[in-house]
């Protein structure tokens, strides 16, 4: 059973602390390891990739790169239902990150300065896709789509294959994404060769996806090699729910969020006791009927709550605190609870949106502040394929009117170059 | 005396990698140190920050916040005329990031799904000024400006001020920059302050503004509890310029970066041996000028070069292997040569605009990618102190139509409450 909190009892204040104080994740401490094999990649490249892959995944691949035939062939072996849903699901996210797409912007002020910036995508990107139960083929598209909507024209992925096993429709969700390469090596080793090179693999500017401990150590380790997206945590949901919902559609949505990890938090926010009492009652009907009870069971009794509020206005201060990665409001008119939302990743608005919607077919993304990162940054999105750069253009008459305040500045800073390059521009010809 | 390099002589390729592949900076290790620091001030707070600033700073400030007497007191010392340049620079500034500001959307679709997102601000934001010979007002406008523009309420400083001595300009910028609170403290104790709170400091969202390796090292450390921005490396610019200027414009240009610090880096490309040997000579005339004659001159010296080019069109290529933190295409129609860039932090058009401009007064941001982060990332804007929340609202119809797609990939998947969360409301009653 998860914790239940009433905003009006006494003592609520330490126990709300105590739940977004909850240390949810230990990693483990890996750092010297990653930092190793990441040597050793740099030193022996390939060699080094094939061994590590033999030590780790249990078998020795005949080459790193897939070819273009064998991810047809592995595509292939996809559910056809689910690849179709894949290539509608990819139109929805492509449409979506289309209009994220920033504008180039130039103009001329009033002193005579030409000003603006232009946005040029990234020449390269690394995507990392875990092997096995955590191979999730949505998460494919929604760390490639946008990389391909920002204009990105090389999109590298690496996948571990243990023992030789793929999930094919990883493979489909590749080629429906645009995916230029694929390699078959996963943990450090990974992100080690497409940070610094191989033989094989040309290096990349930056590097997204999810991964394990070792490929976050490795990820933190490249940074500034490279650019990184930022490190996930466990999944959480936030459901801030009236007691005229179903008790059932509100049970699910918990447990959705719940069933990703036993590390997972699930909170409900309800001004209806009795209705708490419903959905604690439909999760308890429901828990069982999951292939994935125990990870379920884990995340809801050891991670999550039901707080009761006096009204649901009242409890937004605590969204704003707990800065959910998903937020539901669960109710007849959402647009009065929006306003008060400053800090969340993603809002589902309204009883008709589950939070799996957004997981897959929406069209927003699906990677999205954990552990109340959303307080200071955004999901993943187009723009972070994308960099700006600034466009200064000044006329003889342009440095005149600003130079002097520049070269007053840089002699209050001791920067004696600085001025004399503006001074010089005031006094003597251009050639 | 900087390198020469060729691009047309033999060996010429394993040189420029040479070039590209300098390590200018070697940080301490200080790793150890810092995650001390940092727990000792999470576990005693103030009591920790007055006897680390005496440690460090070498005496005991009557409280580590400054009243905003004292800050009066402090900024009325500046020189007015510094004050009233940095009043108009600041102008400039907020101009140039107010055009930033993103806008919200949302949208219905084809399915009669609504779309959009929203940008909100972060709520409070701490802002590192170094002490003594870094201390740069320029600086100070240049992180807090987008922050106060972006609609932070909380801007809160913290600047050593080692033996009690501050610079008043630095004082007067957090005035004119709109700073919410100043406290007397640096170093790694700082940065743990203000992320995780003590009693006379409460914790912000992010933490951005340049420090020396303690403080880029706690950054590191305290990241995910609060955002930070990229960790910036020592200065650079690269010039592109051709036969035609006056070579002590580009001097002193290339003089401006080498000026910062012992490991910064100027770079002239050209397509004119006589005119790369002027700039040489109207360099060695004027660098021993410069009140800083050791730092330019070790920094031309060992990181510089001049690179000589069959024609600019020809050297592109060089600059987006470069990609400068900063870049002057010094030519009279530089709009032949800009869109061959692909990686700069900021471009500086024609022979009227030298860097210096672009540092205090132009008005786009100074704080960009160093150490070929330009090919990954951007420079500060007003974007660092927003975050994006996704928004998406289906009625019964919209999941109708694109729910059944999720149920289909949850299943695949193995997510069976994700999948139940959408069946649910394809076939039950919302109350």
Not at 170 to 188: H, L, P, S
Not at 248 to 265: F, G, K
Not at 298 to 325: C, F, K, Q, T, Y
Request: hydrophobic letters at 45%; proline letters at 6%; charged letters at 25%.
């Amino acid at each position: 059973m998860a914790r239940r909190l009433d905003m009006q009892a006494a003592g609520f204040e330490t126990a709300f602390a105590e739940l977004l104080s909850l240390k949810r994740e230990s990693s483990p401490e890996v750092g010297e390891t990653v930092r190793g094999i990441i040597a050793d990649v740099q030193a022996r490249g390939d060699q080094a990739l094939l061994e590590l892959t033999e030590k780790f995944d249990g078998y020795r691949p005949a080459s790193l790169r897939l070819s273009a035939d064998e991810i047809d062939e592995l595509a292939a072996k996809a559910n056809p239902e689910a690849v179709a849903a894949l290539a509608r699901a990819a139109d929805r996210i492509r449409a979506y990150h289309a209009l994220q797409t920033p504008q180039n912007e130039r103009w001329e002020d009033e002193e005579g300065v030409v000003l603006g910036w232009r946005w040029t995508p990234l020449d390269a990107v690394g995507l990392y896709v875990p092997g096995g139960l955590a191979s999730y083929p949505s998460s494919v598209l929604m760390n490639a789509v946008p990389a391909k909507v920002a204009g990105v024209e090389r999109l590298v992925m690496v996948v571990p294959t243990p023992k030789g096993e793929a999930n094919p429709l990883v493979f489909a969700a590749a080629k429906i994404a645009g995916v230029t390469e694929i390699y078959r090596v996963g943990g450090a080793q990974a992100v080690a060769a497409l940070a610094y090179g191989t033989d094989s693999i040309v290096p990349v500017d930056k590097i997204v996806g999810p991964g394990n401990a070792w490929v976050a150590a490795a990820k933190r380790e490249v940074f500034g090699q490279v650019g990184i997206d930022s490190i996930a945590g466990p999944s959480e949901i936030l459901v801030v729910a009236d007691g005229e919902n179903n008790p059932d559609w509100i049970a699910a949505d918990l447990l959705s969020q719940a069933e990703h990890d036993p590390s997972s938090q699930s909170v409900l926010i309800t001004d209806d006791a009795a209705f708490a009492g419903r959905v604690t009652a439909s999760i308890e009907a429901m828990i069982g009927k999951s292939p994935r009870t125990k990870i379920t069971r884990a995340a809801w009794d050891d991670n999550s709550a039901i707080i009761l509020v006096p009204s649901l206005e009242e409890g937004m201060p605590l969204v704003n605190r707990l800065a959910p990665e998903h937020l539901e409001l669960a109710v007849e008119d959402p647009e009065l609870l929006l306003p008060l939302v400053r800090h969340a990743g993603a809002i589902f608005l309204g009883r008709y949106t589950p939070e799996a919607v957004g997981d897959y077919v929406a069209g927003p993304d699906h990677v999205l502040p954990t552990a109340r990162a959303a307080r200071f940054s955004s999901g993943l999105s187009t723009l972070d394929f994308l960099k700006r750069t600034s466009l200064i253009a000044c006329t003889k008459e342009a440095v005149r009117a600003i130079g002097p305040d520049a070269a007053t500045l840089a002699d209050e800073e001791g920067l004696w170059a600085h001025g004399e390059s503006v001074r010089r521009r005031l006094e003597d010809e251009p050639h």
